[in-house]
């Protein structure tokens, strides 16, 4: 099935500052990458997403971009505020089943 | 509000007991899931169901039970909780997109 492992495990930036957090994936017919976000004590909540037709999206401070050959794809945050402080997790979609695997999860904290 | 409602938030039980957790959504998908999940760590698929009257096993194997008698509800069951089953149970369902909407979740600590 389908592998994601996801890096870094904590992150640490100053407010203002860019944060990347990287994955990569087994699968190479994944077709299909969310990034969750999870603050302290809420439910994930999808942020942005990409398909393997595509190389980059961007949602205002937020993008992913993917690179099917290599088998990864990172979610990039810019200008950093506090409220971006919380867990984001990627997912891929893979073939076995049509479902979503996650990686561990990242850590982020923005320091004022 | 269409949602997705999970009780209880919060479950403090005895070991040897028997639990349901509940899951119900008010958006009309078709496709539903459980993940398990420790604070702020990964989220393991445990159970998933694309409609009524199926289920499967996802890639953390478990020994709770799911039914899908209804497309709204899908409820969890473990026949007798032990300690290591203290977790978060988080339960997701999604439309013909690939969006998941996640419940609230329910805190389990089995003493």
């Known amino acids: 099935g389908e592998n994601v492992e996801q890096h870094p495990s904590t992150l640490s930036v100053q407010e203002g500052d860019s944060a990347v957090i990287k994955c990569t994936y087994s699968d190479s017919a994944s077709n299909y990458f969310p990034w969750y976000k999870q603050e302290l004590g809420k439910r994930p909540q999808l942020i942005i997403d990409?398909?393997?037709?595509?190389g980059e999206k961007k949602d205002q401070r937020i993008a992913v971009t993917l690179n099917k050959t290599a088998k990864h794809f990172s979610l990039h945050i810019t200008e950093t505020q506090p409220e971006d402080s919380a867990v984001y997790f990627c997912?891929?979609?893979?073939?076995?089943?049509?479902?979503?695997?996650f990686g561990g999860g990242t850590r982020v904290l923005v320091k004022p | 509000e269409a949602d997705i409602y999970q009780t209880p938030r919060y479950l403090v039980i005895g070991t040897g007991k028997k639990i349901t957790l509940e899951c119900s959504q008010t958006m009309g998908h078709d496709k539903m899931y459980w993940y398990q999940q420790d604070p702020g760590m990964e989220l393991h698929l445990i159970h998933y169901s694309y409609g009524v009257n199926s289920t499967e096993k996802g890639d953390l194997s478990s020994e709770s039970t799911v039914s899908r008698i209804r497309t709204e509800h899908f409820p969890l069951t473990l026949e007798s909780a032990r300690p290591s089953h203290t977790s978060q149970y988080l339960c997701?369902?999604?439309?013909?997109?690939?969006?998941?909407?996640f419940g609230s979740g329910t805190q389990l600590s089995v003493l």
């Open positions: 997912a891929a979609r893979g073939t076995a089943g049509n479902k979503l695997t």
């Open positions: 990409i398909r393997s037709n595509v």
């Open positions: 997701a369902s999604s439309d013909g997109g690939e969006k998941l909407f």
